[in-house]
């Protein structure tokens, strides 16, 4: 099978546990103001590989991730491109591969039964979720992104239930995402979830711009700086409690 990749990373720290091979997967239905990879928004824009190319190609560099690390599918929205994903999480779990998807959980719709039954199929070979909650409220959320969170929310109980473990991250964005009675809100809903082993804070950064003037993109929060340590602190204090 096929699929549209950005980029790949051999060696990365910071997408799931341990040393991991991630693949951004290219395309993304979200419009999320503070996006540092615009350039993976166009499904088209990537290249296009195999399933098997792509497996061999991360099976190189398992001497590094075996032991404690594994491969990470990322984007974009990596699962804007179901099946290309299935068919692959399924190679590497087969050969013994930790797995991880880090997804908005966009692309799961609880009224479709298409939607549903695809996702069981993924979670068959899936050991982590890391879901990206942009934000608590829906009406935010779609300010934030362009979508309502109905979808995001609806995943994040959907992984609870079915007892699929998930690392929950959150953008700490300044005057959009650190309200406090938002972070709470957010603290709220996740405790009555089972199956969140961690909440990571991430703090809002401008490291894409460049990437905006190269597309000739207006950036959509030119004005707004990357929040200060104790900002950060406070954001951690609430949902990582």
Request: contains cysteine; aromatic residues 10%; charged residues 25%.
């Amino acid at each position: 099978m096929q699929g549209f990749i950005h980029s790949t990373e051999s060696l990365g720290t910071v997408d799931g546990p341990g040393i991991r091979f991630v693949i951004f997967m290219q395309g993304c239905p979200l419009r999320c103001k503070y996006c540092h990879n615009p350039d993976s928004w166009n499904i088209n824009g990537g290249k296009a590989y195999q399933s098997d190319e792509i497996f061999e190609i991360a099976m190189k560099y398992k001497n590094y991730f075996m032991k404690n690390g594994g491969i990470t599918l990322t984007g974009g929205e990596p699962l804007l491109q179901m099946d290309f994903c299935i068919e692959l999480l399924k190679k590497f779990k087969a050969a013994g591969v930790h797995t991880a998807v880090d997804t908005s959980g966009f692309m799961f719709d609880i009224k479709r039964n298409e939607s549903v039954e695809k996702h069981l199929e993924l979670i068959k070979y899936t050991d982590l979720f890391l879901l990206d909650i942009k934000h608590i409220s829906s009406l935010k959320h779609k300010e934030l992104t362009g979508v309502p969170n109905d979808n995001t929310l609806a995943f994040a109980k959907f992984l609870s239930e079915h007892n699929k473990a998930m690392w929950v991250r959150y953008v700490l964005v300044p005057n959009l995402t650190d309200s406090e009675e938002d972070l709470k809100e957010l603290r709220k809903f996740l405790d009555n979830l089972k199956t969140v082993e961690k909440v990571e804070v991430l703090p809002y950064h401008t490291m894409g711009v460049p990437k905006y003037k190269k597309l000739g993109i207006d950036y959509p929060l030119a004005n707004v700086t990357a929040p200060s340590k104790a900002q950060v602190e406070f954001a951690k204090k609430i949902l990582t409690r």
